[in-house]
């Protein structure tokens, strides 16, 4: 551990953790966001799914597409992270 980890004791890093994690759900839309595209896209496309409008291999194919958007940003987010880390580990 460097110097800066040791100066706050471990409860008021968890309360620190606790404070950005109800910050970010208070003050930023990234859930209202998911929840109007589960409801303006994913909904009416089961509907239609379902009703028989749009065919099977029509709706897996947008499924995958966004399957496939996931898992990219996944991977780059846990390139990110690898890269920040092998940084701070050379520094």
């Excluded at 620190?16 to 909904?43: A, D, Q, R, S």
């Excluded at 898992?71 to 846990?78: F, H, I």
Aim: proline residues 3%; aromatic residues 14%.
């Amino acid at each position: 551990m460097n110097d800066d980890e040791k100066i706050l004791p471990w409860w008021c890093k968890v309360l620190l953790g606790f404070i950005v994690m109800l910050g970010l759900y208070k003050f930023t839309p990234i859930l209202e966001c998911l929840y109007l595209f589960m409801m303006v896209v994913l909904v009416p496309l089961t509907f239609f799914t379902a009703v028989g409008i749009i065919s099977d291999g029509t709706y897996e194919a947008m499924r995958d597409g966004v399957t496939q958007v996931f898992v990219l940003a996944r991977e780059k987010a846990a390139e990110a992270f690898n890269d920040t880390k092998s940084k701070k580990q050379n520094v």
